[in-house]
C-alpha cells in the first residue's frame, strides 16, 4: 500500500512537470488546467493514506504529511519554518505552514497578533468608517426615510470604544488560532542571523536563538514621513493618529488624496469635521483607479462636503501661537500659493517596506531599490532558505494580497505549484459609496493596444439600490472586443467591496461578458447591476436602463 501511495506521488510529478513546460498555449496560459490533474492525483493520495491508517487508526493523516511534505524538523534543528511577522500575510502563513504539517514559529515585535492591518489599519479604520456613516445617516437621511429620532449627537468615546473592542475580539481570535493549529508564538524582535536562523530580542531583555529550515519575511510597510513635517500623532497625525482622536477637530487638512486619505477623510468629515484633502495627483483613488470611476467618487464625496485641492502640493507646515496648524500649499501648474488653516493635520502619503534592521543586510539577502526583497516566482530570495511575502516584496500593499502569497509560498515549500495572478487582486476603497476595481482600466487598455468594450449600469435603475436610497454609482465593465474576455470590473456603490469578488472570480478563470450576463442572479440585489452591467459590455444594451 505504501509503494502504491510512493508511485501516485511520483507519477503526478512527473505529470505536473510535463503539463508545466508543455508548448500547449492552453495550458501556458491557464495553470489550473495543469493542476486540475495533480489535485486528482494528490486527492487519490490521501485516500490511499486512509487505507494506510484503517478507519479506526489513531494516527491522523496529518501525522504522516512528511511523505507529501517537508515534514517536521530533526532534532538539531527547532523548526520547519520561522515567520518574521503576524500580520494578515504572516499570520495565515504560519497556520498554513502548520497545517501542512511544518514546526512553525512566528515572531512578532507588537504586543498584539494580527500587524497593522488588524490593529492600526484595516480593522479599526472599518469600525470607524461604518460607525461614521451610520451616525451621518441619522443626521441626514432618517427623516426622509421615516424614521423620528430627536436630536443625534456624537458620543466619540463610545465610538472608539467600539472600535478597540472589534480589534481586541480579532486578536484574541489569532491567537486561539495559533493555539488549535500548534503555532509557536515568541513575542519580541526577529532578526534574521544566519540562513538558517533568527535570533528574538524579546521585551524582557533576554534572547532566543532559533534555528530553522526556512525563514518567511512577513514584517509588512511603516508609514512614509513626509518631508518637512514632524509627526506627533497628536495634531499632526499618521493614519495610526487619525484611528484615535480624543476629540472632533474642527477643521482637519489631509496630505494625500489616494485610499487611506479620502477614508479617514470622510470618517471625520462625516462626524461633523470640514475636511480639505490636498493631492498632488489630477484624481482622487490614488494610482491604479480608473479615471471615470476616480471622477465619480470625487463627486460623490464633494456632496457629503469634502474638499479636494487636487493637483496641489504641500510645501510646508507651521504652528500657529494658539496651536492651529498652518499648511502652505502650492499648485502644480502655475505656481499659484495659499495657506490652509487647520486643527489637525493628517499626512497620508503612503507606506514602506518594514525591512531595514532585520538582518538582511548582513545575511546578504538582496533589495531592490524601494527596498523590497528581491523573490522570485516561488517568493524565494537570493538565500533559497529565505522567503518574502506581502509588504516587504513588489505588487500592491493589500492584506489579502499578503495572505494569498502567505498561502501559496508555504505551499510551494511543500512542493506544489506557486501561482498568482496580480491582474484578478481586486482593490477596494471603504468610503460611502465604496469604489473597488479589478483588472485593467480604460487607460491601461488603450496605452497597450489592446481593444476593447465597455458596458455599464448605474445603480439608480438598480432596484435594490432604489429601495435602500442608495443609488449613488455605477458598474463598469471593460471586456475584449474580439473575445469578449473580462479585462477589467470597476464599481462605485454601497457594497462594492463585495461585489468586486464576483468579478475577480470570472477575471481567475477566463469568463467572458457573456457568461456573468447567462448566469441567473438572485432578485432584487445590488448584484444584479454587475450582471446588467455585463449584459452591455456583450450585447450592448442592458434590460432595465437604456
Keep these: 500500500m505504501v509503494e502504491e501511495l510512493r508511485h501516485i506521488l511520483s507519477s503526478s510529478a512527473t505529470r505536473k512537470q510535463e503539463l508545466q513546460t508543455?508548448?500547449?498555449?492552453?495550458?501556458?496560459?491557464?495553470?489550473?488546467?495543469?493542476?486540475?490533474?495533480?489535485?486528482?492525483?494528490?486527492?487519490?493520495?490521501?485516500?490511499?493514506?486512509?487505507?494506510?491508517?484503517?478507519?479506526?487508526?489513531?494516527?491522523?493523516?496529518?501525522?504522516?504529511?512528511?511523505?507529501?511534505?517537508?515534514?517536521?524538523?530533526?532534532?538539531?534543528?527547532?523548526?520547519?519554518?520561522?515567520?518574521?511577522?503576524?500580520?494578515?500575510?504572516?499570520?495565515?502563513?504560519?497556520?498554513?505552514?502548520?497545517?501542512?504539517?511544518?514546526?512553525?514559529?512566528?515572531?512578532?515585535?507588537?504586543?498584539?497578533?494580527?500587524?497593522?492591518?488588524?490593529?492600526?489599519?484595516?480593522?479599526?479604520?472599518?469600525?470607524?468608517?461604518?460607525?461614521?456613516?451610520?451616525?451621518?445617516?441619522?443626521?441626514?437621511?432618517?427623516?426622509?426615510?421615516?424614521?423620528?429620532?430627536?436630536?443625534?449627537?456624537?458620543?466619540?468615546?463610545?465610538?472608539?470604544?467600539?472600535?478597540?473592542?472589534?480589534?481586541?475580539?480579532?486578536?484574541?481570535?489569532?491567537?486561539?488560532?495559533?493555539k488549535n493549529n500548534k503555532v509557536e508564538h515568541i513575542q519580541g524582535f526577529g532578526k534574521i542571523t544566519g540562513p538558517n536562523q533568527v535570533t528574538v530580542a524579546k521585551n524582557d531583555g533576554s534572547s532566543e536563538t532559533v534555528n530553522t529550515k526556512n525563514i518567511l519575511i512577513a514584517t509588512g510597510s511603516e508609514v512614509t514621513p513626509f518631508p518637512g513635517i514632524e509627526i506627533d500623532e497628536e495634531t499632526v497625525v499618521s493614519s495610526t493618529g487619525a484611528l484615535s482622536l480624543k476629540e472632533l477637530p474642527k477643521r482637519m487638512v489631509v496630505i494625500g488624496a489616494g485610499v487611506i486619505g479620502v477614508e479617514l477623510g470622510s470618517v471625520w468629515s462625516r462626524l461633523g469635521s470640514q475636511v480639505?484633502?490636498?493631492?498632488?495627483?489630477?484624481?482622487?483613488?490614488?494610482?491604479?483607479?480608473?479615471?471615470?470611476?476616480?471622477?465619480?467618487?470625487?463627486?460623490?464625496?464633494?456632496?457629503?462636503?469634502?474638499?479636494?485641492?487636487?493637483?496641489?502640493?504641500?510645501?510646508?507646515?507651521?504652528?500657529?501661537?494658539?496651536?492651529?496648524?498652518?499648511?502652505?500649499?502650492?499648485?502644480?501648474?502655475?505656481?499659484?500659493?495659499?495657506?490652509?488653516?487647520?486643527?489637525?493635520?493628517?499626512?497620508?502619503?503612503?507606506?514602506?517596506?518594514?525591512t531595514n534592521?532585520?538582518?538582511?543586510?548582513?545575511?546578504?539577502?538582496?533589495?531592490?531599490?524601494?527596498?523590497?526583497?528581491?523573490?522570485?516566482?516561488?517568493?524565494?530570495?537570493?538565500?533559497?532558505?529565505?522567503?518574502?511575502?506581502?509588504?516587504?516584496?513588489?505588487?500592491?500593499?493589500?492584506a489579502h494580497k499578503a495572505e494569498d502569497e502567505g498561502i501559496i509560498t508555504v505551499e510551494g515549500m511543500c512542493g506544489s505549484a506557486v501561482h498568482i495572478d496580480y491582474n484578478c487582486v481586486p482593490s477596494v476603497i471603504y468610503t460611502h459609496p465604496e469604489v473597488a476595481w479589478v483588472g485593467k482600466t480604460e487607460e491601461d487598455l488603450k496605452a497597450e493596444g489592446i481593444p476593447y468594450k465597455v458596458g455599464k449600469f448605474p445603480m439608480a435603475a438598480n432596484s435594490r439600490a432604489k429601495t435602500n436610497n442608495d443609488t449613488e454609482g455605477v458598474v463598469k465593465i471593460i471586456s475584449h472586443k474580439d473575445t469578449d474576455r473580462l479585462l477589467g470590473c470597476h464599481i462605485v456603490a454601497s457594497c462594492a467591496g463585495e461585489l468586486i469578488n464576483e468579478a475577480a472570480l470570472a477575471m481567475e478563470y477566463g469568463a467572458a461578458a457573456e457568461d456573468v450576463a447567462r448566469v441567473c442572479h438572485a432578485h432584487p440585489t445590488v448584484s444584479e447591476a454587475f450582471r446588467e452591467a455585463c449584459l452591455a459590455a456583450y450585447c450592448g444594451k442592458a434590460i432595465n436602463f437604456s
Design 357 to 398: 534592521g532585520i538582518g538582511l543586510e548582513e545575511t546578504g539577502v538582496q533589495k531592490d531599490e524601494r527596498n523590497r526583497v528581491v523573490v522570485n516566482e516561488r517568493f524565494q530570495s537570493n538565500i533559497p532558505s529565505i522567503y518574502a511575502i506581502g509588504d516587504a516584496v513588489h505588487g500592491p500593499m493589500l
Design 22 to 178: 508543455s508548448e500547449h498555449p492552453s495550458l501556458l496560459h491557464n495553470p489550473s488546467l495543469f493542476e486540475k490533474d495533480y489535485s486528482i492525483k494528490m486527492q487519490c493520495a490521501n485516500l490511499t493514506w486512509k487505507k494506510v491508517l484503517g478507519s479506526g487508526s489513531k494516527l491522523s493523516l496529518s501525522r504522516h504529511a512528511s511523505l507529501m511534505t517537508r515534514g517536521y524538523a530533526s532534532s538539531s534543528t527547532d523548526a520547519d519554518l520561522v515567520v518574521i511577522g503576524s500580520g494578515p500575510g504572516g499570520y495565515v502563513a504560519a497556520i498554513k505552514a502548520a497545517q501542512l504539517g511544518l514546526k512553525t514559529v512566528c515572531v512578532e515585535k507588537n504586543d498584539t497578533l494580527g500587524g497593522t492591518c488588524l490593529n492600526v489599519g484595516c480593522i479599526p479604520s472599518k469600525s470607524l468608517l461604518n460607525n461614521s456613516h451610520y451616525f451621518h445617516v441619522a443626521q441626514k437621511e432618517f427623516a426622509q426615510r421615516g424614521i423620528k429620532t430627536g436630536e443625534v449627537s456624537l458620543d466619540l468615546d463610545a465610538m472608539m470604544k467600539s472600535k478597540r473592542d472589534s480589534v481586541s475580539g480579532l486578536t484574541s481570535g489569532i491567537a486561539m488560532l495559533f
Design 276 to 354: 480639505t484633502a490636498v493631492e498632488f495627483l489630477d484624481n482622487v483613488g490614488g494610482m491604479g483607479i480608473d479615471m471615470e470611476i476616480a471622477k465619480a467618487t470625487q463627486r460623490a464625496l464633494t456632496k457629503q462636503g469634502l474638499k479636494f485641492k487636487l493637483g496641489h502640493k504641500v510645501t510646508g507646515a507651521e504652528r500657529n501661537p494658539d496651536g492651529s496648524i498652518k499648511v502652505s500649499v502650492e499648485k502644480n501648474k502655475g505656481g499659484k500659493k495659499e495657506d490652509i488653516e487647520c486643527d489637525v493635520l493628517l499626512v497620508c502619503v503612503g507606506r514602506r517596506p518594514y
